[in-house]
């Protein structure tokens, strides 16, 4: 099945994508096509695509090897990476949990969950709770792990050839680590470990460990001392929570000049509830409020890991519910 999806829809050159700041997805697709033979009604860039029929059906299905077929520029394509084997790090998180189950539903990939602790990991998947993250309290759904394998995994503790060792065998690599503000005292310190050192570790381990893809689960404003937004509310108030996005910022720098293929994805604010409006993906460094659910995270992570169109690329997302953005609220991943 050829599916023609647009997350880029300017080609500035030969080898080069830009995505639109005003690329939306509306309803239950997660991209669009630009085949003018599948316009939809509700959008006049193209026709769309039911999004767990794409990603589980065609990205990772049939052992996951060339997930997209992708209309591009002559010249500009680029190879998707075969997946089979997948791992995802923090997969306890909020975040982390949900790329976890999208992977587990599909046939013919091994998938790997790399938690702190594997038998509190293990109770903790496997049951629907109301925790606290920062000072959010949210309702979590079971995951089914019979399709998942945990292994340890410490992005603070662990040395790069234990997180290597980890990594053995992979093909890609999801990071949904992040810090959970706690201790106003403890903040700088704690983000400095996880979002910064740890993550940069962790990509070391994957190129060690000869990890071909790795999808980084960034936040929206990261960059935004670069582009003049240093002063605005959602910068002030998200980076307030132990500078975590200059903190970020390193561990996005380091990915790319790794030498694996990356994506990092800059989700806007995160809410735990399902989406309520359309996906809109937009450039690097464009997005300076809003909102997402994580379950369209973690849709985007999933299908970036074998969509040759986000080879190399920095996404940032939020949910266009049709009214106006809110401030950027620091909620961690």
């Not at 052992?63 to 394509?77: E, H, N, V």
């Not at 983000?191 to 960034?218: E, I, P």
């Not at 800059?266 to 909102?291: F, M, N, Q, Y």
Request: aromatic fraction near 4%.
């Amino acid at each position: 099945m050829k599916i023609v999806c647009a997350l880029f829809l300017l080609a500035t050159t030969a080898h080069a994508f830009v995505v639109s700041p005003t690329t939306t997805v509306r309803n239950n697709a997660l991209f669009m096509s630009r085949n003018s033979d599948h316009q939809s009604p509700q959008d006049d860039n193209g026709g769309i695509l039911d999004r767990r029929d794409m990603l589980f059906r065609s990205a990772l299905g049939a052992a996951a090897t060339a997930a997209f077929s992708l209309t591009a520029t002559p010249g500009a394509a680029v190879a998707a990476v075969a997946v089979k084997k997948v791992v995802v790090a923090g997969a306890t998180g909020q975040t982390g949990r949900r790329v976890l189950e999208r992977l587990a539903a599909a046939q013919g990939l091994s998938v790997i969950g790399g938690v702190r602790n594997v038998d509190k990991a293990t109770k903790t998947l496997g049951e629907s709770s109301t925790v606290v993250r920062g000072a959010m309290v949210q309702q979590v759904g079971a995951v089914d792990t019979t399709a998942v394998t945990l292994k340890h995994l410490d992005v603070v503790a662990d040395s790069v050839d234990e997180i290597a060792a980890t990594l053995a065998g992979a093909d890609a690599l999801v990071i949904c680590t992040g810090f959970i503000p706690g201790n106003p005292l403890k903040m700088n310190e704690a983000s400095h470990a996880v979002d910064n050192l740890g993550t940069c570790r962790l990509v070391d381990a994957a190129v060690q460990a000869g990890v071909k893809k790795v999808v980084m689960v960034s936040s929206i404003l990261t960059n935004g001392r670069s582009w003049g937004q240093a002063e605005s509310p959602g910068f002030v108030v998200t980076n307030a929570f132990g500078r975590v996005l200059d903190e970020k910022l390193v561990a996005e720098n380091h990915l790319r000049a790794a030498g694996v293929d990356y994506t990092i994805v800059r989700p806007g604010g995160l809410k735990a509830k399902p989406p309520t409006g359309a996906l809109k993906i937009s450039g690097e460094d464009t997005l300076a409020a809003g909102e997402i659910s994580r379950d369209l995270v973690a849709d985007v992570c999933v299908a970036s890991l074998t969509d040759p169109k986000a080879s190399n690329k920095v996404l940032e997302i939020v949910e266009d519910d049709g009214s106006p953005a809110k401030v950027f609220n620091g909620l961690n991943m």
